[in-house]
């Protein structure tokens, strides 16, 4: 199984509250992301897990937390949504550390802020 | 910060013509060149990659060139069939360092 799970599909957020979404994996993979994609533009990397490590992007390193309790597993939190929170949050993971392997995406989550 | 630019933006062109998408990056740390697309409602698969030690690489319809004096790499279908409209994003990866930089994406229509 390759597939990249997240969830939910599409998720509405009051301005101001906590937004937390889900990725899983079965493929026993090291790492895994999370971008950011909003229309016309490239997807950003927010951040990833190398196994335990958390690796968050200057730019956004106050604006997203996550947590990965397991191998399979990883979460992005948003702890105070704000209007530019609206995008479409791809999680992907790849095996080792990723820079030269296959990144596996998910069907991503449709977050709107309102 | 890194930055790769991807053109054109969409990309319209009949069927069984061929498609170009061409992609410039500015790290010249970069040496793998992944090409992922991305189907309407479906999530970004890999479908060709191209590392530095080589200039051209094919698979099936799927050409990709790699210039790295001019650090440009472009992605070729030849004789295109619907099933290729989707997006398609083009990125540049220093394989010694995590990132990968994508480009804004290719909207490509393919017409009948």
């Known amino acids: 199984d390759t597939t990249v799970k997240q969830n939910p599909r599409y998720k509405l957020a009051r301005v101001g509250k906590p937004v937390n979404l889900i990725c899983s994996q079965t493929m026993n993979h090291d790492t895994m992301y999370w971008y950011q994609k909003k229309p016309n533009q490239a997807p950003k990397l927010l951040l990833f897990y190398y196994d335990k490590i958390l690796n968050r992007e200057a730019d956004t390193f106050e604006k997203f937390q996550s947590s990965r309790p397991n191998n399979s597993f990883c979460s992005l939190y948003i702890g105070s949504a704000g209007l530019e929170y609206s995008a479409m949050y791809l999680c992907?993971?790849?095996?080792?550390?990723?820079?030269?392997?296959?990144?596996?995406f998910g069907s991503g989550t449709r977050l709107t802020v309102l | 910060g890194e930055q790769v630019e991807q053109l054109p933006s969409i990309l319209r062109v009949q069927e069984g013509s061929s498609a170009s998408i061409n992609c410039s990056y500015e790290?010249?740390?970069?040496?793998?060149f992944p090409w992922y697309k991305q189907e309407p409602g479906e999530n970004p698969k890999l479908i060709i990659d191209i590392r530095s030690n080589m200039e051209r690489k094919q698979i099936q319809e799927l050409i990709v060139l790699l210039d790295k004096k001019a650090k440009r790499f472009s992605l070729h279908i030849t004789d295109t069939q619907p099933g290729d409209s989707a997006m398609y994003f083009c990125?540049?990866?220093?394989?010694?360092?995590?990132?990968?930089?994508f480009g804004k994406g290719t909207h490509l229509h393919v017409l009948p």
């Open positions: 790290d010249s740390a970069s040496n793998y």
């Open positions: 990125a540049a990866i220093d394989t010694n360092a995590y990132k990968v930089i």
């Open positions: 992907a993971s790849s095996i080792g550390t990723a820079s030269a392997e296959t990144l596996y």
